[in-house]
């Protein structure tokens, strides 16, 4: 999901970064960019990794829509 938001605040020159330690996440912060948008592996495998989020938790997701 990173990937996505990351892919959205691009347009704007923006990215959030995630400091990592041993899976651990230590810090996150917002962060200019002269960069903009992935590579095509990392967009393919980025849809890839939401639509099987989306196929996985789509029931559950469509009855917190509707809360």
């Known amino acids: 999901m990173l ?7 691009h347009i704007f020159g923006w990215s959030i970064v995630v400091v ?16 903009r948008g992935f590579d ?9 990794k939401v639509s099987k989020y989306m196929k996985e938790n789509a029931e559950e997701l ?3 829509a509707k809360e």
């Open 40 to 48: 095509d592996n990392n967009n393919t495998q980025g849809y890839i």
């Open 3 to 9: 990937w996505w938001i990351n892919q959205q605040l």
């Open 20 to 35: 990592m330690k041993d899976d651990k996440i230590l810090e996150a912060y917002p962060a200019r960019v002269k960069f």
């Open 62 to 64: 469509l009855k917190e």
